[in-house]
């Protein structure tokens, strides 16, 4: 496994499930806080809303942060994962 294609494809893979998550949330605030509700069953997500709404300053920083912690922990992940699978005298 190499670590940097590891951590380039789950960092590729988090800009697009989290992109389209905050696509959802922006076309439809009300009914994604409704899903959040009634998946976590006591926690009133509405109340912590933010009061603005959508922002794209907003979206790209956490697009931003999220992609270099995917990243680096993909990367982590194919690094030890090398490490681990060297250790090991076993087929398989």
């Known amino acids: 496994m190499k670590p940097v294609r590891t951590g380039a494809t789950l960092a590729i893979t988090v800009a697009i499930t989290y992109s ?3 696509l959802i949330v922006a076309i439809a605030p009300k009914a994604s806080i409704d899903f959040l509700n009634a998946f976590f069953h006591v926690v009133d997500f509405g109340r912590i ?3 603005e ?3 794209l300053s907003s979206f790209l920083t956490a697009l931003a ?3 270099v912690w995917a990243f680096a922990t993909g990367a982590l992940f194919g690094g030890l994962f090398n490490r681990l699978r060297a250790g090991d005298m076993t087929a398989g």
């Open 20 to 22: 389209a998550c905050a």
């Open 49 to 51: 809303a933010a009061p």
């Open 53 to 55: 709404g959508f922002r």
């Open 65 to 67: 942060v999220f992609v």
